[in-house]
């Protein structure tokens, strides 16, 4: 029972309290109306009095007696639709269950754990194939691997990174002070590069953004008239293997400011092309009897006078290039990943 205040108003006007409790709790404790059968009785009191009206209408209109009847009961029929849909609401939608969506993020993630694995174990498996002296160009098994394991790494470079790219990276470059020009041109300096496109050397994207998100530094310590090179620091954490297979497109050669992985295998060394080095670093140019060429897996897109000052660096040797004297190698400072498209 609600306590009102019905009580105490009825003493001080001097009712009998026992009495107007009684009528209060009565009152208080009938059961409320459900909202929908209010809505009804107000539907049905308001048909009456249409009835009512029609009835009146059709006395004294006989020819409007059809009508009388009908329009009441469509008004009725419209009334009574929009009280059911008040009264009863549609259901709502079954919720998936939290731990569905958990576990199928706990599969997609051993899916990717498992990808990752399997590219390590596919390369290991080249390398040795390489020792072994198999022509990886040739060799069916070879072959399989290969195509395997560029699958494997188109996946892994999505997932990873969530796009297809082309995928553009900076170095940013410190230069020594015994290069002749660094009083007017000081010590900074960057270069944009844009990788290949990841239909054309899947691998070779994997391998140099992962090379890109783990750099442990690098320098560029060789001044050939063809080439800028680069090397590529190792440590105990951060060691960066060479390539498991020579990846190459036609449609991607070493035409001039592209860059490859030096070396064969190749990488993680890379170098800056400073003139047309298809021919150089092409299929088939670093020995007879295979077809095997330098990975080309990006172009410079800025920096281009950086590129050309490099020509001026001190301290290379004859007839190589290769640059003498620590103190005069240009430092690469960062290496970073700056944007993607697709």
């Given amino acids: 029972m609600r306590v009102t205040r019905r009580h105490a108003t009825d003493v001080e006007q001097g009712q009998n309290p026992a009495v107007s409790a009684a009528v209060t709790a009565d009152l208080d404790d009938r059961p409320e109306r459900p909202q929908g059968n209010r809505l009804l009785l107000a539907v049905a009191l308001l048909m009456l009095s249409l009835l009512a009206l029609y009835a009146e209408r059709a006395f004294t209109h006989p020819e409007v007696a059809q009508g009388a ?3 009441p009961l469509r008004v009725l029929e419209q009334l009574e639709h929009v009280g ?3 009264v009863l609401p549609e259901a709502a939608p079954p919720v998936p269950a939290a731990h569905e969506a958990h576990d199928h ?5 051993s899916h990717f754990i498992g990808l990752e694995m399997r590219i390590e174990e596919l390369s290991r498996e080249l ?4 020792k072994r002296k198999v022509s990886l160009e040739t060799d069916d098994m070879a072959q399989m691997k290969i195509r395997e394991l560029q699958t494997a790494a188109r996946e892994m470079v999505l997932h990873n990174f969530g796009s297809t790219g082309p995928f553009r990276a900076e170095l940013n470059l410190v230069f020594p002070d015994t290069m002749p020009d660094f009083d007017t041109e000081g010590a900074a300096g960057r270069i944009v590069i844009e990788l290949a ?4 050397l899947p691998y070779s994207n994997y391998a140099v953004l992962d090379m890109i998100s783990n750099w442990p530094g690098g320098f ?3 001044n050939a008239p063809h080439v800028k090179q ?13 390539m498991p297979f020579q990846e190459y497109s036609k449609e991607y050669p070493h035409v001039k400011y592209t860059l490859g992985f030096a070396g064969r295998p190749g990488g993680p060394a890379f170098y800056v092309s400073t003139v047309d080095n298809t021919r150089n670093h092409g299929p088939g140019s670093q020995s007879k009897g295979t077809t095997e060429a330098d990975t080309c897996f990006g172009r410079v897109v800025e920096g281009f006078d950086v590129v050309d000052r490099m020509s001026k660096q001190p301290g290379k040797s004859k007839p190589n290039g290769f640059v003498s004297g620590r103190g005069n190698l240009i430092e690469i400072q960062s290496f970073r990943l700056l944007a993607a498209g697709g």
């Fill in 105 to 109: 993020g706990r599969q997609g993630e």
């Fill in 230 to 242: 680069v090397q590529v620091s190792q440590s105990r954490s951060v060691k960066h293997l060479p």
């Fill in 69 to 71: 009847i009908e329009e």
């Fill in 197 to 200: 496109p990841l239909e054309l």
């Fill in 127 to 130: 390398r040795d194939l390489k």
């Fill in 84 to 86: 059911s849909r008040q």
């Fill in 220 to 222: 560029f310590h060789r």
